[in-house]
Nanobody, 134 residues
Framework: QEHLVESGGGLVQAGGSLRLSCAAS????????VSWFRQAPGKEREFVAA????????SYADSVKGRFTISRDNAKNTVYLQMNSLKPDDTAVYYC???????????????????????????WGQGTQVTVSS
């Protein structure tokens, strides 16, 4: 069973940067695809970024492409989300999630699309608050 803990959230001015971390306690983290979702007050939880377990295929929401970068360090059982050029619209609780029962698809584009589906992920962290002031 995986236990995910997010950290790195906080208050930052527009244009600033933050790096979120997602640390896993299980022993098979390198075998899981991992994502970041976010939820703003009064809104649905939405996909932000993901990285697949085997080939490191990344997928990003259009709203964060070019500003956010997801990466993983399997030796440390940790996934990172580097967030640059932050905007007030990025304000939300950010959740890390792991897909422990899904393997990558053969085709890269299909994998990228699949990574965006919330239903793919069966373990979730408690979230970390990110607030971007204007």
């Amino acid at each position: 069973q995986e236990h995910l803990v997010e950290s790195g959230g906080g208050l930052v001015q527009a244009g600033g940067s933050l790096r979120l971390s997602c640390a896993a306690s299980g022993g098979f983290f390198s075998s899981y695809s991992v994502s970041w979702f976010r939820q703003a007050p009064g809104k649905e939880r939405e996909f932000v970024a993901a990285i697949s377990w085997r080939r490191g295929i990344t997928s990003y929401a259009d709203s964060v492409k070019g500003r956010f970068t997801i990466s993983r360090d399997n030796a440390k059982n940790t996934v990172y989300l580097q967030m640059n050029s932050l905007k007030p619209d990025d304000t939300a609780v950010y959740y890390c999630a792991a897909a422990t029962a899904w393997g990558e698809l053969a085709e890269t584009h299909s994998t990228r699309v699949a990574l965006t589906f919330r239903g793919l992920y069966n373990y979730w962290g408690q979230g970390t608050q990110v607030t971007v002031s204007s």
